[in-house]
C-alpha cells in the first residue's frame, strides 16, 4: 500500500481507534456539544465502532464499512437527524480537538479538517 495515504500518515489502525475513542470522549463530555450527543444512542460504543470502520476507508485504508454494511450512504443515514450549521459546527468540534489531543501532525491536521468539513457541511439537512 502506499505509504502516503491520509491512513498511513495517521498511524493505520491504532491511529483512528486513538482518535475516534478521543472524539466520541469529547463529544460526550464537552457541554458545547451535547445536542449532538443527544442524538446519539446512549451507549457511544457502537458509533465508535462504526465511525472507526468508515474511517479506515474513506483514510486510504481497509474498507472496513463497506465490506460489513455496503455502501455508506451517509447523507441519507443522517437524515433522521436535525443537521443544521450549529450540529455541524459541534461534530468539528470535537474532531478538530480529537486530532490536536492525540497528536496528529499539524500538516495532516490542516488536509483532514478540510475534508472532514466538506464531508460534515454535506450531512447539514436542515435550515439555521
Ligand atoms: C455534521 C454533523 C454530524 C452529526 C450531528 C452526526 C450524527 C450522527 C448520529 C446521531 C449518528 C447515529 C449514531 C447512533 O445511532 O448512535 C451518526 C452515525 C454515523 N456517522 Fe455521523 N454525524 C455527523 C457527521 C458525520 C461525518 C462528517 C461523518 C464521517 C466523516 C460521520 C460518520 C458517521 C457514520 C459512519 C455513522 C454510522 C452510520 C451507520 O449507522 O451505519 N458523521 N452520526
Redesign the pocket.
Known sequence: MNDNTHYQRIGSEAGIRALVERFYELMDTLPETQT?RQ???KD?R??QE??F???SG?LGGPQL?TEK?GH?R?RQ??LP?A?DSS??D???QCMVQAMKDVGIEPELRKELEAA?FK???F??NKAD
Do not use: E, N, V
Request: proline share 3%; glycine share 0%.
Open positions: 449532538i442524538m446519539h444512542a457511544l457502537i458509533s462504526k465511525l470502520m468508515f474511517l474513506w464499512y454494511y455508506p451517509l443515514r443522517h437527524f443537521i450540529a455541524r459541534q461534530w468539528m472532514f464531508t460534515a457541511d450531512m447539514r
